[in-house]
C-alpha cells in the first residue's frame, strides 16, 4: 500500500473510532465493574487535568502543537516514513482530540481504571497515542539493531 494511503488510511481509522466511542458516551453509554468503569467525564485539560487553568485557550495550545508536529514531520520525511503508521495514529488521536476541545470545550473521557488505585479517566484517543509512541519506540529500537547488524556483516 502506498505511504501516503497507509497514513490517511490510519488518522482516519483512528479519528473515526474515538468519535464513534466518544459519540456513544455522550449518548448515555455507561458500565461499572469490579475493576473498570466507563463513564463520562470532560477534561478541560491535559493528562490528570493538568493546565486546565487555561481554559478555553488550551485549544489553541493543543493546535500549535499538532502544526508543530505536522512541520517537522514534512521536514524529517524519512522519520515520517520510517513511522507512517504510527504518525498517522498519532495525529488521527491528537485531532480527534482537538475536534472534542472546539466542540465539546474539554476533551470527552470515558475509560477509568479504579481498582487498587484511582487512576486517570482516558480515551480511545489517549491509548492510541501511547501505541503510537510505542511503535515509534520498538521500531527506532529494532531499526537501529538491524542497521547496525548490517553494517557488521
Known amino acids: 500500500m502506498n505511504k501516503n494511503l497507509t497514513f490517511i488510511f490510519c488518522f482516519i481509522a483512528v479519528f473515526v473510532l474515538d468519535q464513534w466511542v466518544k459519540q456513544l458516551t455522550l449518548g448515555g453509554m455507561r458500565w461499572q465493574s469490579e475493576y473498570f468503569d466507563l463513564t463520562f467525564a470532560l477534561n478541560t485539560g491535559i493528562a490528570f487535568s493538568m493546565l486546565s487553568f487555561l481554559d478555553h485557550y488550551l485549544k489553541y495550545f493543543h493546535l500549535v502543537f ?80 538491524r542497521s547496525k547488524n548490517d553494517r557488521m556483516d
Request: hydrophobic share 60%.
Open 66 to 145: 499538532i502544526l508543530i508536529l505536522a512541520i517537522y514531520l514534512f521536514w524529517q520525511k524519512k522519520f515520517l516514513k520510517e513511522h507512517i503508521v504510527a504518525f498517522g495514529i498519532m495525529l488521527g488521536s491528537g485531532c480527534s482530540n482537538l475536534l472534542d476541545r472546539f466542540v465539546h470545550g474539554g476533551v470527552v473521557d470515558m475509560f477509568f481504571w479504579h481498582k487498587w488505585f484511582n487512576f486517570a479517566i482516558f480515551n480511545v484517543a489517549d491509548v492510541m497515542i501511547n501505541i503510537s509512541v510505542a511503535l515509534i519506540f520498538i521500531q527506532e529500537i529494532f531499526l537501529k539493531r
